[in-house]
């Protein structure tokens, strides 16, 4: 607008300003908005055909280069089995990474002796996670052979 006008300040500068600024306060990006503004604003979507939304939001991810999201919506909308299934395999990989996992013999060793536990405390430690924590008999073999 500058350019256009070239410090001129004249009616129908002041014209082209006022319409380019918005009244009110400034709208915030749908990522930011609360979840009451999200709703708000995807109303008019939700009245729409799943069907029909589901197809939108698959090309859309085509179209913005996430092919295996658009692959996996696509698939979803198949039937509802798959849906189930993809649900049972993702609270599957989920818990598999949330669990910890064991620690090397080596490694237990190195813990037992810095902390300076006894064979009793070790083993009331290895009580909390039988999983993470390998049993004593694996140590003492680790410590024969070092």
Known sequence: MEERYQGRWDQHMMADYFWGVSPGRPQKSFEDSSERSKRRRTEDLRSKDVVELTYATHMKLRHVGKVAASKVVKDLSKSPQRAKKYVKAFKKSTERQDQPRQLSPLQALSMFTEAELTKAQYERVRETN???????????KVKKDL
């Not at 039988?130 to 003492?140: D, I």
């Open 130 to 140: 039988p999983n993470f924590f390998p049993c004593y008999s694996v140590l003492q």
